[in-house]
Nanobody, 124 residues
Framework: QLKLAESGGGSVQPGESLRLSCAGSGFVLDFYAMAWFRQAPGKERESLLC????????YYKDSVKGRFTISRVNAENTVYLQMNSLKSEDTGVYYCAANLFRICRPDEADYGRWGQGTQVTVSS
């Protein structure tokens, strides 16, 4: 069964950090472009950033540049999202997704595999 599973979410205070994990099973994540999306309360899901097969990173959300980064560890078949200097507006459900076309694209319709999401809450 082809599956993605996020973990690492939680509740933190502004300025703190979190690292989210996205573990793949049933397929090799290294062959795909992998992205992180976020759905804030009452808003549509939006793309944040993506890592392609060559480990090049593309940012789709300006507000996370310089604070968030994406990486992959092939031996673990896992993609990570490191989030630093978290703000209240970063609150939401975070999803990882694998791109069908194996290149980074911002449109979620291009992503065929999704995890179940993990909640991140940033609040004082």
């Amino acid at each position: 069964q082809l599956k993605l599973a996020e973990s690492g979410g939680g509740s933190v205070q502004p300025g703190e950090s979190l690292r989210l994990s996205c573990a793949g099973s049933g397929f090799v994540l290294d062959f795909y472009a992998m992205a992180w999306f976020r759905q804030a309360p009452g808003k549509e899901r939006e793309s944040l950033l993506c890592i392609d097969k060559n480990d090049e990173i593309t940012y789709y959300k300006d507000s996370v540049k310089g604070r968030f980064t994406i990486s992959r560890v092939n031996a673990e078949n896992t993609v990570y999202l490191q989030m630093n200097s978290l703000k209240s507006e970063d609150t939401g459900v975070y999803y990882c997704a694998a791109n069908l076309f194996r290149i980074c694209r911002p449109d979620e319709a291009d992503y065929g595999r999704w995890g179940q999401g993990t909640q991140v809450t940033v609040s004082s």
